[in-house]
């Protein structure tokens, strides 16, 4: 027995998230970004976590043998980065402010968290990769998060 596909959007709609832009550099030194929102705490000691990124992504494979990758968790008022990094567009960082961390992957400078991240181990997901990355450098702001609820943007009220 298993559930269909309105089912499994209908129940995981209900879990509130954060919001995510995941960043990496390819071996041919381009840039990939990814809005993501399957992220979680995995370990404390060693510090882990994980992103979870569909395997029909054209960022896939970037992530897969990049080996470095950074965790931008967007502030509340940036749901445009959001809906920037969803979407199709070919050089995603043409008119994005960032620096380079580890190995020249992009850090969103103005987010409210930057967790950088050597992979260590891919998991199998069914359509996804789950991605498990190591913390090496975590750079935290002030702030609120943007959140994400049933298909919607929403803020913190207090
Ligand atoms: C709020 C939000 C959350 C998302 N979360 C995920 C996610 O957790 N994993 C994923 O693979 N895609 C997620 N996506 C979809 C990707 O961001 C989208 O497929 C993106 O266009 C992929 O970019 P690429 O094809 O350039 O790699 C999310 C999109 C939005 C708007």
Request: with cysteine.
């Amino acid at each position: 027995m298993s559930i269909s596909t309105e089912e499994f959007r209908a129940a995981l709609s209900r879990f509130p998230s954060g919001v995510t832009v995941v960043t990496t550099k390819d071996k041919a030194g381009r840039l990939h970004g990814i809005t993501v929102s399957a992220f979680c705490s995995v370990s404390l000691e060693p510090p882990m976590i994980l992103v979870c990124i569909d395997k029909t992504t054209g960022s896939h494979p970037a992530f897969e043998f990049g080996g470095t990758f950074v965790v931008n968790v967007l502030n509340e008022e940036q749901s445009h980065y959001s809906n920037h990094f969803a979407s199709l567009i070919a050089d995603k960082f043409g008119d994005i402010n960032y620096s380079e961390g580890l190995n020249g992957v992009p850090i969103l400078e103005d987010a409210l968290v930057n967790l950088q991240c050597r992979l260590v181990y891919n998991h199998e997901g069914g359509d996804h990769t789950i991605f498990v990355g190591e913390i090496l450098e975590a750079i935290v702001k002030d702030g609120k998060p943007l959140l994400y609820f049933q298909g919607n943007y929403r803020k913190l009220e207090d």
